[in-house]
C-alpha cells in the first residue's frame, strides 16, 4: 500500500466527517464573525475554546470507534500506530483551523496567542479523550470526561495560570503526562478489546 493510499484508508476509517470538524468550525466562526478582529470578548473566547472542545470530541470518537481492534492485534503494524496516524490526521486538521483563526488577527500579535491556545487545548483534550476511551470502553463516558476537563480548563485551569505563554506550555505539558498512559493502553488494546462502547 502506498503512503497516499495508506493515508487515504486511515482518514475513511477515522471518519472523513470526523476530520472535517474542526476546519468546517472555523469557517463557520470566520463566517459569523466570531472568530475575526473586533468580535470582541465573546468572539475571542469562542474562537479559541469551542475548536479544542471539538477536537477532544474528535479524538474520544476516533479512539473509541475502532470496531476491530482484536484483528488489528494480529496484524504486524501495531495499534498504537494505527491510532497515532488517525490521531495525526485529527491533529493536522485542528492545525489547519487553528491556522486559519490566528490568520484572522493578523498582523495583531494575539494571532499566535490564539494559534498557540487552540493548538495546546485541543492537544490536552486529545490525549484526555484517547486516554479516557481506551479506559472506559465508552465513546459517551469519554465523551463526558473530554466536556469536564473543558471545563475545568476554562473555569479553574485558565485562572491560575492567567498569562496565556505560561498557560500554552501548562497545557502543552499536562497533553504529554496524559498522552504517555493513554498510548501505553492502545499499545496492548486492553482497553478496547473488553466490554461493550457506545
Request: glycine share 10%.
Amino acid at each position: 500500500m502506498h503512503n497516499a493510499e495508506l493515508w487515504r484508508y486511515e482518514a475513511k476509517r477515522a471518519g472523513r466527517h470526523v476530520l472535517a470538524a474542526p476546519p468546517l468550525l472555523a469557517v463557520l466562526l470566520l463566517g459569523t464573525g466570531l472568530g475575526l478582529r473586533g468580535a470582541g470578548f465573546t468572539g475571542t473566547w469562542v474562537a479559541q475554546a469551542v475548536p479544542p472542545l471539538v477536537t477532544g470530541l474528535a479524538a474520544a470518537a476516533i479512539a473509541g470507534g475502532e470496531r476491530a481492534a482484536e484483528l488489528h492485534l494480529s496484524l504486524p503494524t501495531p495499534l498504537r500506530t494505527t491510532f497515532a496516524r488517525r490521531l495525526a490526521l485529527l491533529g493536522a486538521a485542528t492545525a489547519l483551523a487553528a491556522l486559519a483563526l490566528a490568520a484572522a488577527l493578523l498582523p495583531d500579535l494575539a494571532a499566535l496567542t490564539r494559534f498557540g491556545t487552540v493548538c495546546a487545548f485541543a492537544a490536552l483534550l486529545t490525549a484526555i479523550g484517547t486516554w479516557s476511551a481506551a479506559r472506559m470502553r465508552s465513546v459517551a463516558g469519554a465523551s463526558t470526561v473530554v466536556l469536564t476537563a473543558w471545563f475545568g480548563e476554562l473555569f479553574v485551569f485558565e485562572r491560575v495560570f492567567a498569562a496565556p505563554a505560561v498557560r500554552i506550555f501548562a497545557l502543552l505539558v499536562l497533553a504529554v503526562l496524559v498522552a504517555v498512559p493513554a498510548a501505553r493502553l492502545l499499545a496492548d488494546g486492553r482497553g478496547l478489546l473488553e466490554g461493550g462502547r457506545e
